[in-house]
Structure formats: C-alpha cells, structure tokens
C-alpha cells in the first residue's frame, strides 16, 4: 500500500508558502523602493499603495526574506514556513503593542495594516509548517515506496 504523504519533489504546504510568500516579499520589497528608498531613524516613510508603511530597511527586510524564501522553497521549506511564521508573529505582537506609526528597532516603520499583514504572514507559515511532513518523514516514505 503506497504512502499518502507527499515524496521529496511534491509540493507541500510548506512548499507553497516558502515560494509564494517569499515571491511576494521580493517583489514587494523592490515596489517599496518606487515609495521610500530613505534609510535612517526611521528616515523617510511611505505608504505602498497608501496602505503599508515602508522605508529602504523594511524593503531590505522584504527582499532578503523573499529571496530566502526562494531558495529554501526546494529544500529546507518546512523550516523557512515556521521560521518565518514565528519571527512574523514575534513582530506583529511588537507592532501591536507599540502602536500603529512608531517603527521597530527605531529604523522598519510599522502601522496597523503592516501589524494585521504580519500576522497573518505569521499565522500562514506557522501552519504550513505544521500541514507539512518532516525532512525525516519525506525520506522514509521514499524508502518505503521504492521497497513496496
């Protein structure tokens, strides 16, 4: 009887969310430059799309996040979905307790809609990565399909 869970080339949830959140970080990270290329304390702010409060650290932080993203979607996706997930959890709660217009670390600008935008991001990846099977769990069930 074959094994339902995905082998190492499938997609998983993980998997998905490794390449589609971090193909949108990398893109939105370039888009933000077009609004704010300011760095400093936090230097000059602008809203994406009069929404999302960027300057250049927070589209720094957006490009290099995504292009992780990328390039651990084929290998090490569980790992960069909650990862990811925890850290964007960890700065939601932060952007939520200091307040909408303030910034983190005094440099990456943070508003209400970036607060609510990150923990979704971080709810999602948490979750694909608990949907996904485990690098051990791939493997073996590699093993167990070429023995049957």
């Known amino acids: 009887m074959a094994d339902a869970r995905p082998a190492r080339g499938d997609a998983t949830p993980a998997r998905l969310y490794a390449t589609l959140i971090g193909g ?3 893109v939105a990270g370039i888009i933000g430059f077009f609004y704010s290329a300011s760095f400093g304390s936090p230097g000059k702010v602008d809203e994406v799309f009069g929404l999302l409060a960027v300057n250049g ?3 720094v932080v ?3 996040t995504g292009a992780l993203g990328l390039l651990m979607a084929g290998y ?3 790992e960069y979905a909650m990862g990811l997930g925890v850290v964007y959890l ?3 709660a932060w952007g939520f307790i200091i307040g909408s217009g303030d ?3 005094g440099i990456v600008p943070v508003n209400t809609e970036d607060n609510v935008l990150h923990l979704i991001l971080g709810v999602l990846g948490v979750g694909a990565a608990l949907a996904s099977p ?3 769990e791939r493997v073996a069930t590699e093993g ?3 023995r049957a």
């Open 76 to 78: 090490a996706a569980r």
């Open 57 to 59: 650290w927070h589209n």
């Open 24 to 26: 949108t970080l990398l």
């Open 144 to 146: 167990t399909a070429a």
């Open 134 to 136: 485990r690098g051990e």
């Open 62 to 64: 957006h490009i290099l």
């Open 90 to 92: 960890l700065v939601a």
């Open 103 to 105: 910034s983190i670390l």
